[in-house]
């Protein structure tokens, strides 16, 4: 795909592949060499202290190791979107002085997102629980309770006030304390936006091969969710360090070895946060007496309802005025955005959002600043693995659990 001059005009990606940014938008950018090596006895000493407890019981996968001598072990991570909850559960294989394999992902998605439940926590309980039971059916009995269990929510929870976030999550740490599975006192939690960054890029960088072998190239991270937008990469650009803004450089202390990423999360700036601004929305609030939103990024015929963040707005489209139309040029994607605003009247498509939501991400990867001629590739999964930042940070939890088994010895 192609992108835009680095003056701040940011040209974009091939017309083949927009719709998929609407679905999960991972856009990853091989620029940036840089020397990462998977420190690996230190990150997997605590699977191997908890299966060991199960060693000598006789399961289908044989519990700690296969027939190789690598060790077995599984992590499951909830992501608690703003759109859905999904679970990921992770089996991978390790052997010491290797780089661990992921050798099985599966994964499910229920709607809607967590946030939903904000006025009525007990209505979330069978949804968390089906996808427990998801989990239950994948991992060999013998695994259980080596295995850790951790709930993750992003920019969905972020945007609930703060009192109906904690309930939610105290309902499902009560759930998941009654599971079979491995629960920390942490086991559930808010991410922050730039956290979310930071372990989408680990995932897309270990997908990738990125991490296997010094010297290779990393993958920089556009996520674009529902409710925000995250970047992150490792600059290779000694000016980057010194004029990034204050909070944009975190320290990524992972593998016994410390990385200095960039990464910024815009909360407001997510794909549905963003539809709802343009509609002339406001977060979480209702319409007045169920008044329409009326907007001529809409098709001029379109009549409905959308529903976000627990609110269900009534929308009408409006005709646009010609004179203020469609002036931007940013390349094919850009292209794309003005071929259907212009024919929404005349060839109304069966999102009718799509006008609104391609010029957006249009502008959005233009304010971003990236160059003209930059390739971006878009994809939801690699080797048949999910692109978010769950694996990432699971890496990260079960990473933290050897550090605290370490201090405490």
């Not at 680095?6 to 040209?11: A, C, W």
């Not at 949804?127 to 295995?147: N, R």
């Not at 890496?395 to 370490?406: A, E, T």
Request: net charge positive; glycine share 10%.
């Amino acid at each position: 795909m192609r992108k835009i001059p680095n003056n701040g005009n940011l040209k974009v990606m091939k017309v083949a592949y927009p719709l998929g940014l609407f679905v999960c938008l991972f856009i990853y950018i091989a620029y940036i060499k840089w020397h990462w090596v998977f420190a690996t006895q230190a990150f997997f000493s605590i699977t191997e202290a908890a299966s060991g407890a199960h060693r000598g019981q006789q399961t289908r996968d044989a519990p700690g190791t296969t027939a190789r001598g690598h060790k077995v072990f599984y992590g499951i991570m909830f992501d608690a979107g703003s759109t859905g909850t999904r679970v990921h559960i992770f089996q991978l294989t390790w052997q010491p002085g290797e780089t661990p394999t992921l050798t099985h992902e599966t994964f499910k998605a229920l709607q809607p997102g967590l946030s939903a439940y904000a006025d009525d926590v007990e209505k979330s309980t069978p949804g968390i629980q089906e996808l427990l039971d998801v989990a239950k059916q994948e991992i060999p009995f013998d695994f259980w309770k080596a295995t850790p269990l951790v709930l993750k929510a992003t920019a969905g929870l972020r945007l609930l006030p703060g009192e109906k976030a904690r309930n939610l999550l105290q309902k499902v740490k009560e759930v998941f304390k009654a599971s079979p599975f491995l629960v920390g006192d942490d086991c559930v939690s808010i991410m922050n936006g730039t956290d979310e960054g930071i372990s989408a890029w680990i995932t897309v960088n270990f997908l990738t091969g990125s991490l296997k072998s010094p010297g290779s190239n990393s993958v920089g991270m556009l996520d674009l969710g529902g409710g925000s937008t995250q970047i992150t990469f490792l600059p290779r650009v000694e000016d980057t360090l010194r004029t990034s803004p204050p909070g944009y450089l975190t320290s990524l202390q992972i593998f016994n070895r410390t990385y200095k990423l960039y990464s910024y999360s815009y909360l407001g700036l997510g794909l549905m946060s963003a539809r709802l601004a343009i509609l002339g929305g406001t977060e979480g609030k209702p319409v007045e007496d169920g008044k329409e939103l009326v907007s001529p990024c809409l098709a001029p015929s379109f009549k409905g309802e959308w529903e976000h963040a627990e609110v269900t707005y009534r929308l009408s489209g409006q005709k646009a005025d010609a004179e203020k139309g469609g002036s931007l040029v940013v390349g094919d994607f850009e292209i794309a955005a003005k071929y259907v605003c212009r024919t929404a009247e005349t060839r109304p498509q069966s999102n009718p959002f799509l006008c609104m939501d391609l010029t957006y991400i249009s502008l959005l990867l233009r304010e971003f600043g990236f160059p003209g001629n930059k390739v971006l590739k878009l994809t939801r999964k690699i080797n048949n693995v999910e692109t978010s930042w769950a694996l990432g940070a699971i890496f990260h939890y079960i990473d933290s659990l050897n550090g605290q088994k370490s201090r405490a010895s």
